[in-house]
């Protein structure tokens, strides 16, 4: 592993280590691990980055810190040269959000009184990405040649 830690700036930017196998981004006392495609010819182990891109995206907006959450998002696009619909990042989001909450809700279940207020707190960050996330898609029909 080699690790090179960017400037930290007033902002509280966050360090970086690159693996083999993937990047790994230090962001006050937490790691967020985002894997690596591997595409040996013979077998495919790429799978969708924006999906573990919205990981950190959540968890950055979970502790309140949704200016940088944005800012990482934007940046790792430019960085990568990747193109997708905000809609689709949206949704990724919500998902991983929804998922947080689940197992928030399976710890209040079990006893941990922390973890509702926890989950209510998840369950709108997903209900609110997942409103924009929302697709619309309009139709217009009539006979042939009314144009």
Known sequence: MTFSPRERGASGGAAVAETHA???FFV???AY??????DLGFLDFRTDVLADVAFLVMDLERLGRGDLAASFLEQYREAV???WPP???D???AYRAQVRTKVGCLRW???EADSREAARRLLRLCLDHSRR???RLVLVGGPPGTG
């Open 81 to 83: 040269g990747d193109r």
């Open 109 to 111: 279940s079990q006893g």
């Open 133 to 135: 996330a929302r697709v």
């Open 28 to 30: 006050g006392d937490r």
């Open 33 to 38: 691990k985002l894997k690596k495609g591997l």
């Open 91 to 93: 949704h990724y989001i």
């Open 22 to 24: 993937g990047v790994v």
């Open 87 to 89: 809609s689709l990042a």
